[in-house]
């Protein structure tokens, strides 16, 4: 981009990289305390039952065991949808009772001494059920029965909306593609698996927690709500986190509340930290959806009519279904223009684990369907499927017809041709699939996400800049960091806003204690809404710098600039001060001062930015054994500006990898509510030497609205990705594949008969 900056826009290194490489950096495993007790949970075996008796008679003589933690004892736990407090917005995540819905649902807690203790413990323990009848399919759930999985019935949540006339859309159109399509459950798969938890209760009526969640301060408010004490009695702390995408937002599974819970009943500290098998079984997953959609377009190529039908499956407990939803609603609607469109959703439980938050929350599932669907009209229309979605996409000016808001970037044009023409789209597209049983085919998808929660709905962010009496920077956020690099992308906002050099400035670890209010790490949202808060914080510091240095310079404040750290009056610049200078006179040397600069801000972002991409794959097919291979993935992203360009060719490359994965490999399978595959000997996710050539573009827009032009990235880079693989897959063997993940099996099924449910 035009404008010169000084560290905005550099590939700097992240400033915890040392602690990374050397194992300094502590992560929540790695936490002892003195005297620290470990939990586990008692689970239940059966998918949907009524515990009727708990024997722990043989425990309470087990040396070394310390607490039980029973159904009736723990505290029960509301969850709100950002804390709009109706009815309509409640999730019941954590309301325990004694009915199990899921095999994997906690039934009790022990916390003992070891936990070589604590594991023998619940091996002692008998617990008696009513087993009730279980639904694991959602359609089945959806029907009137007399089985509830829970009091108000098995629809967690249904939203119908409308936009235009959608008949008069369908009678408009010339073609008309109608389909079903069917998506996955993925787990997240992080390097440190998802729930772990120390939980130390001080004599004083203080909890202080060590916990990896993505929300740091909306977690302090659901415990302090459970557990029946005031904010500022919850300490949360977040320790280096080993990845998260979706799978730590908010409450772990109620892992923090049992293990406050159990150490106020000790006096102890205590440690709970599931296993791999308990993350791959337990813990949230993507959401699995149907989606019915039918397109209608005339024949010129402008689409007309677009109806969608989603059933999602949330599992045993509502978590994220309404976010989750609302994200396929949005990125349905707003990605096209098309000026009738017909949603319908509903979110169902059934006794399967928990789904929930994942990256792209919704959006990958609904752009499996939707990018398919524009190929194949692409293809009956006889268009290049590049130059169809130019012809549509909604674009720069235009009006967000979920959001009612003007789009104020977009990079997409750029990201499909740039896309293109480092690709050889044409070239590959016009050279045929070749000979023999392996076949060559390309394809194409594009995404829209948005950057930060949903307008409306509550998404703060906050800041402090305290400058130094050296001219060194103490940078306050609550912005929690996964791995992603957040920390470092907001040092360098902080000090291109205050003309320091970028290693002057210190970023605080999250510690709800000293750090004030974020919305935490999701959405895409923090070098937006976090970048924002900084940099008005940094302004706000800046000011107040250059009033100080007015009176030492005798210059107006109105004339001042800082550069490299020295503040210089722009008409004369050799008038100036180093800012080390000036803040020793301010804080130490002028006794009639002796003031700390600190800058602030809080609030929200003016706007929820969408931020756009185009993905084109390359595969090889063997038609002998259904062998897919990625030849290559390019990606390209307008990001608005990126911050930090190695860290977002970071988020590209991670979101292809976990593109490929979902499309080819990554599915959990489920027999009667049970995991079958929950270790990574059977849960292929994608290994280094799997990855193919991946190519990064970089587009810069620049949205007005955020910090130096930016916008978000890392959720929406791998919205796309299967939809480009499985578009090409057809390019290469003419076979349309509708239902992720994409085995050899169902490959060689396709390839034997194309319209057994997979159709052509």
């Known amino acids: 981009m035009s404008d010169k900056l000084s560290v905005v826009g550099k590939s700097l290194k992240r400033i915890d990289a040392i602690d990374k490489v050397t194992g300094r950096a502590k992560y929540a495993t790695d936490l002892k305390m003195d005297g620290m007790l470990h939990a586990k949970l008692l689970r239940s075996p059966h998918p949907h039952a009524r515990v009727t008796n708990i024997d722990i008679t043989k425990v309470k003589s087990l040396p070394g065991v310390r607490a039980i933690a029973t159904i009736e004892e723990v505290p029960k736990v509301v969850q709100y949808?950002?804390?709009?407090?109706?009815?309509?917005?409640?999730?019941?995540?954590?309301?325990?009772?004694?009915?199990?819905?899921?095999?994997?649902?906690?039934?009790?807690?022990?916390?003992?001494?070891?936990?070589?203790?604590?594991?023998?413990?619940?091996?002692?323990?008998?617990?008696?059920?009513?087993?009730?009848?279980?639904?694991?399919?959602?359609?089945?759930?959806?029907?009137?029965?007399?089985v509830k999985i829970h009091e108000r019935g098995n629809i967690a949540f249904h939203v119908a909306k409308q936009f235009g006339d959608i008949e008069q859309g369908f009678m408009d159109a010339d073609?008309?593609?109608?389909?079903?399509?069917?998506?996955?459950?993925?787990?997240?798969?992080?390097?440190?698996?998802?729930?772990?938890?120390?939980?130390?209760?001080?004599?004083?009526?203080?909890?202080?927690?060590?916990?990896?969640?993505?929300?740091?301060?909306?977690?302090?408010?659901?415990?302090?709500?459970?557990?029946?004490?005031?904010?500022?009695?919850?300490?949360?702390?977040?320790?280096?986190?080993?990845?998260?995408?979706?799978?730590?937002?908010?409450?772990?599974?109620?892992?923090?509340?049992?293990?406050?819970?159990?150490?106020?009943?000790?006096?102890?500290?205590?440690?709970?930290?599931?296993?791999?098998?308990?993350?791959?079984?337990?813990?949230?997953?993507?959401?699995?959806?149907?989606?019915?959609?039918?397109?209608?377009?005339?024949?010129?190529?402008?689409?007309?009519?677009?109806?969608?039908?989603?059933?999602?499956?949330?599992?045993?407990?509502?978590?994220?279904?309404?976010?989750?939803?609302?994200?396929?609603?949005?990125?349905?609607?707003?990605l096209y223009r098309c000026?009738?469109?017909?949603?319908?959703?509903?979110?169902?439980?059934?006794?399967?684990?928990?789904?929930?938050?994942?990256?792209?929350?919704?959006?990958?599932?609904?752009?499996?369907?939707?990018?398919?669907?524009?190929?194949?009209?692409?293809?009956?229309?006889?268009?290049?499927?590049?130059?169809?979605?130019?012809?549509?996409?909604?674009?720069?000016?235009?009006?967000?017809?979920v959001f009612n808001d003007e789009i104020r970037s977009n990079g997409l044009k750029e990201c499909l041709e740039k896309g293109a023409g480092s690709f050889a789209?044409?070239?590959?597209?016009?050279?045929?699939?070749?000979?023999?049983?392996?076949?060559?085919?390309?394809?194409?998808?594009?995404m829209l996400h948005g950057t930060g929660a949903a307008k409306g709905l509550p998404d703060p962010a906050s800041a402090?800049?305290?400058?130094?009496?050296?001219?060194?920077?103490?940078?306050?956020?609550?912005?929690?960091?996964?791995?992603?690099?957040?920390?470092?992308?907001?040092?360098?906002?902080?000090?291109?806003?205050l003309g320091i050099g970028f290693e002057r400035i210190s970023v605080s670890d999250t510690d709800t204690d000293t750090t004030p209010l974020d919305g935490g790490t999701h959405g895409s949202r923090q070098t937006y809404c976090g970048g924002l808060a900084v940099k008005k914080a940094a302004a706000d510091a800046k000011k107040k710098l250059f009033l100080f240095a007015s009176r030492e310079l005798g210059v107006d404040e109105n004339q001042l600039e800082i550069k490299d750290g020295v503040i210089f009056d722009m008409k004369n610049p050799a008038t100036s001060v180093g800012l080390g200078d000036l803040m020793r006179k301010v804080q130490i040397e002028d006794m009639s001062v002796c003031e700390q600069v600190i800058g602030t801000a809080s609030g929200v972002a003016p706007?929820?930015?969408?931020?756009?991409?185009?993905?084109?794959?390359?595969?090889?097919?063997?038609?002998?054994?259904?062998?897919?291979?990625?030849?290559?993935?390019?990606?390209?992203?307008?990001?608005?500006?990126?911050?930090?360009?190695?860290?977002?060719?970071?988020?590209?490359?991670?979101?292809?990898?976990?593109?490929?994965?979902?499309?080819?490999?990554?599915?959990?399978?489920?027999?009667?509510?049970?995991?079958?595959?929950?270790?990574?000997?059977?849960?292929?996710?994608l290994r280094a030497s799997d990855v193919p050539e991946l190519e990064s573009i970089i587009v810069e827009s620049h949205e007005p609205t955020g910090p130096f032009g930016a916008k978000g990235v890392g959720e929406g880079s791998m919205v796309c990705v299967a939809s480009a693989i499985v578009n090409a897959i057809y390019n290469a063997i003419g076979v349309r594949m509708k239902e992720l993940c994409i085995t050899q099996e169902k490959i060689l099924e396709a390839l034997h008969d194309g319209e057994k449910g997979l159709g052509r």
């Open 464 to 497: 402090t800049v305290m400058i130094n009496a050296d001219g060194s920077v103490n940078l306050v956020t609550a912005a929690a960091d996964d791995g992603q690099g957040n920390r470092t992308v907001l040092a360098q906002i902080a000090a291109e806003e």
């Open 175 to 334: 073609i008309i593609i109608e389909n079903r399509y069917v998506t996955s459950k993925q787990k997240h798969a992080p390097l440190e698996p998802i729930g772990t938890c120390i939980a130390d209760f001080a004599p004083g009526g203080k909890f202080t927690v060590y916990s990896s969640t993505q929300l740091p301060h909306w977690s302090q408010m659901y415990l302090a709500g459970a557990l029946g004490v005031p904010n500022n009695r919850i300490r949360i702390i977040k320790p280096y986190t080993g990845g998260a995408f979706g799978g730590r937002c908010g409450l772990i599974h109620g892992l923090e509340v049992m293990c406050c819970y159990l150490s106020r009943k000790t006096g102890r500290p205590v440690r709970m930290s599931f296993t791999r098998e308990e993350d791959f079984t337990t813990t949230e997953t993507r959401h699995p959806m149907v989606i019915d959609m039918k397109t209608g377009v005339t024949r010129d190529g402008i689409l007309c009519a677009n109806s969608i039908k989603i059933v999602a499956d949330a599992g045993g407990y509502g978590t994220h279904y309404i976010g989750v939803i609302a994200d396929c609603l949005s990125t349905g609607v707003g």
């Open 81 to 146: 949808w950002f804390f709009l407090r109706t009815e309509k917005k409640k999730k019941q995540m954590f309301i325990r009772d004694n009915v199990v819905r899921f095999i994997g649902d906690p039934v009790l807690a022990v916390a003992a001494d070891d936990e070589e203790t604590v594991s023998e413990a619940l091996s002692l323990i008998h617990v008696e059920y009513e087993q009730l009848p279980a639904l694991f399919d959602p359609f089945e759930a959806m029907k009137e029965n007399d």
């Open 425 to 446: 789209w044409k070239e590959k597209r016009a050279r045929g699939n070749g000979e023999g049983t392996k076949k060559r085919g390309v394809g194409v998808a594009i």
């Open 607 to 685: 706007a929820m930015p969408g931020y756009y991409g185009a993905n084109f794959a390359e595969v090889e097919v063997d038609t002998e054994t259904g062998e897919v291979q990625v030849l290559k993935l390019t990606a390209a992203y307008d990001v608005g500006r990126a911050i930090n360009p190695a860290n977002v060719e970071g988020q590209i490359t991670g979101g292809g990898v976990m593109g490929i994965g979902w499309a080819l490999n990554e599915e959990l399978l489920v027999k009667d509510g049970r995991i079958l595959n929950f270790n990574f000997t059977d849960y292929r996710i």
């Open 339 to 401: 000026p009738n469109v017909d949603f319908d959703a509903t979110a169902v439980y059934t006794n399967k684990s928990l789904a929930g938050a994942f990256r792209g929350y919704g959006n990958p599932q609904m752009n499996f369907a939707q990018e398919s669907q524009m190929d194949m009209i692409a293809d009956k229309l006889g268009m290049d499927p590049v130059e169809f979605r130019l012809k549509n996409y909604r674009g720069l000016g235009e009006i967000d017809p």
